[in-house]
C-alpha cells in the first residue's frame, strides 16, 4: 500500500460521503479551466467555492495547500484516498510527466460518466420490485398479525373437525402473531445479515463463494458479468490511453470490479502479462468471466494495434447490454410476482373457504 494511503484523513471526510455527481462536476470543470488557461491552483480556488458540499470543498482546499506546496496534483490527489481511487492517480501522474493533463482528465472525467451510469441503470431498476415486494411483505405482515387472527378464531369456536390446510394455517397464524416469535425471528435474521456481512469483509473464501454464486444465479449474474466486463473495459481503455504498463493498468483496472472472482482473475491475468503471454490469451482461462466475444475482440485489437479502441467498443457494447437488461426487467419479474401473490391468494382462500363448507354440512 502506498505510504499516501496510509496517512489519518479527517474523520468529517471518512464518513461524509461526496456524491459520485460532485467528482464528476470537480473533474470536468478542472479539465476547461486548465483548457482555458487557467494556472491550477486559481483553478482549484474558484473550484472549491462552486463547490456546494461542504466535504468536498475541504478537501479540494487541501488538494490546493498541497500544490502550492509544490506536490504534483497527483501526489496531492493520493493523500486523499477518499476522494478518488488509484486509478485516477495514476492517470492524472501519466498527464503530468506527458504534458498531457488535460487530455487525462478528460478522460476521468468521461469514464466516472459511464460508471456513474451503469451503476445508475442497475440502481435505477432495483427500485421497481423493491418497493413491490416491500408491500407486498407489508400486506403480508398486516393479514397475518390483525386480520386472518380475527377471522380465524371463528373457526375455532365450532365444534367441527377443521380441514388440515386450515388447521396448518391457524397455527402458522397464531405463530406470525406472537411478538415473541416476531421479535425472535427479527434478532435471527439481524444476526444472520450481520454474520454475513462480517464474513464477506474478513473471509476471503466465504467472499469468493458468494460472489461466485452471484454470478450463477439466474439473471442477477446475467448483469453482474455484462457490469464487472463493461467497467474492466472501459476503466483498462482509458488506463493504456493514459500510457500507464499493461501490467500495472490490468491489475488497476481489476480494482475496479465488484466481484471479486473478477479481481481474482485479472490478477492472474497480470501476472501472465508478465511472464510474456498477450491479454487475449490471459482472459481466455477464465472462460466463465470472460466471454469468447470479449477475449477475441482484443485478440483482434492487439493484432491490429488498437487494444484501447477494441477495449472501449467491448465497453459500450456490454453497456448496451445492461441497460436493455434493466429496462427489461421489470417486464420479466412481473409474471414472476403475479405467480407468487398467485399461489399466496389460493392459500389463503383454500384455508378460508374450505372451513366453511365443513360447517355448512356439520349444519
Known sequence: MPEA????????????????????????????????????????EILAKETSQ???????????????????????????PH????????????????GTLEQSLEQIASLMKKSHALATAV??????PAVIFAAIGGIGLLMMTVVLPKLLMLFEDFEAELPLATRVFIALVKLG??????????????GLIVLSLVLLKRSPDFRKAIHRMNLRLPLIGRVAIQ?????????????????????????????????VNYRNALSDAAARLKGGNALSE?????PSLFPPIATEMIMVGEQSGQTESMLMKIADFYSKEVESTMKNFSSILEPV?????????????LAVIMPMYTLIQSI
Open 123 to 128: 440502481r435505477g431498476a432495483m427500485i421497481y
Open 54 to 80: 461542504k466535504t468536498f470543498q475541504r478537501a479540494i482546499r487541501r488538494l490546493k495547500e498541497d500544490v502550492e506546496r509544490g506536490s504534483p496534483l497527483s501526489d496531492a490527489i493520493e493523500k486523499q
Open 282 to 286: 490471459s482472459l481466455r482461462s477464465f
Open 337 to 349: 410476482i403475479i405467480i407468487i401473490l398467485g399461489i399466496a391468494v389460493a392459500g389463503v382462500a
Open 83 to 98: 476522494l478518488f481511487p488509484r486509478m485516477y492517480v495514476k492517470m492524472v501522474a501519466a498527464g503530468e510527466v506527458s
Open 227 to 259: 457490469v464487472n466486463l463493461a467497467q474492466f473495459s472501459f476503466t483498462l481503455s482509458s488506463l493504456l490511453k493514459s500510457t500507464i504498463p499493461i501490467v500495472e493498468a490490468v491489475n488497476i483496472a481489476g480494482e475496479t470490479c465488484t466481484n
Open 5 to 44: 494511503q496510509k496517512q489519518p484523513v479527517n474523520w468529517t471526510s471518512r464518513f461524509s460521503r461526496i456524491p459520485t455527481a460532485q467528482k464528476i462536476f470537480f473533474v470536468d470543470h478542472l479539465d476547461t479551466l486548465i483548457r482555458a488557461g487557467i494556472p491550477l491552483m486559481q483553478a482549484l
Open 177 to 190: 402473531s406472537n411478538p415473541i416469535f416476531l421479535l425472535s425471528a427479527v434478532a435471527v435474521l439481524t
